[in-house]
């Protein structure tokens, strides 16, 4: 079935830095990729998402690139503020609501001051 | 976007008995899924609750211990049958919309089984 991996698990960088978390997974189907944000005791909220016929998107601080022949993707956060704290979770999913998401393991970002 | 209404937000349950989660959402969606999250761990995929047919689970998951009903495409349960201690975690609710593929959490249910 689907896997999707992603590294680093913990990531601690200096405020005003930027963070980079990538992801790989194995089913070449899926061909959309959400990124999640988790605060502490919250559900995952979408902070954005990117489709395989798109290499890059940005949203302000926030950037995904895919690269779907090497099935890697990452998301990139510059200028990094203390609110950048949280888990955050790389998905795969088939181009429609009716399948699944299947998530990466998470990664934990610090943001030191 | 949808809102989503998940129910219980959280409950201690002693072992062996049972508890039904309920998900609902503020307007019709295709699919509705339920995952669960171990403390400090990614989010994994029971089963997805299929509306009119028995719900597709995943591999690890089975219907006796984690029976789903979907009765409409508002509405959905999941339900932790004869629990144990390894069954405290958070139970999540998810839902896809037609034509749109981002998917929405509920809440979640912190489960804890003493």
């Known amino acids: 079935g689907e896997n999707v991996e992603q590294h680093p698990s913990t990531l601690s960088v200096q405020e005003g830095d930027s963070a980079v978390i990538k992801c790989t997974y194995s089913?070449?189907?899926?061909?959309?990729f959400p990124w999640y944000k988790q605060e502490l005791g919250k559900r995952p909220q979408l902070i954005i998402d990117?489709?395989?016929?798109?290499g890059e998107k940005k949203d302000q601080r926030i950037a995904v690139t895919l690269n779907k022949t090497a099935k890697h993707f990452s998301l990139h956060i510059t200028e990094t503020q203390p609110e950048d704290s949280a888990v955050y979770f790389c998905?795969?999913?088939?181009?429609?609501?009716?399948?699944?998401?299947?998530f990466g393991s998470g990664t934990r970002l610090s943001i030191r001051p | 976007s949808a809102v989503i209404s998940q129910k219980p937000s959280r409950d201690i349950c002693q072992r062996g008995t049972s508890l039904t989660i309920q998900c609902q959402v503020d307007?019709?969606?295709?699919?509705m899924f339920w995952y669960r999250q171990q403390p400090g761990q990614s989010l994994t995929l029971i089963a997805t609750a299929n509306q009119g047919s028995e719900a597709t689970y995943e591999s690890g998951f089975v219907i006796d211990k984690f029976p789903i009903s979907r009765p409409n495409l508002t509405f959905s349960t999941l339900t932790v049958s004869n629990m144990s201690p390894e069954d405290s975690s958070i139970y999540l609710c998810?839902?896809?919309?037609?034509?749109?593929?981002?998917?929405?959490f509920g809440q979640g249910t912190r489960l804890t089984v003493v």
């Open positions: 990117i489709r395989s016929n798109v």
């Open positions: 307007s019709q969606v295709t699919m």
């Open positions: 998810s839902v896809g919309q037609e034509g749109n593929t981002e998917a929405f």
């Open positions: 089913d070449s189907a899926s061909n959309y």
């Open positions: 998905a795969a999913q088939g181009y429609s609501s009716a399948s699944k998401i299947i």
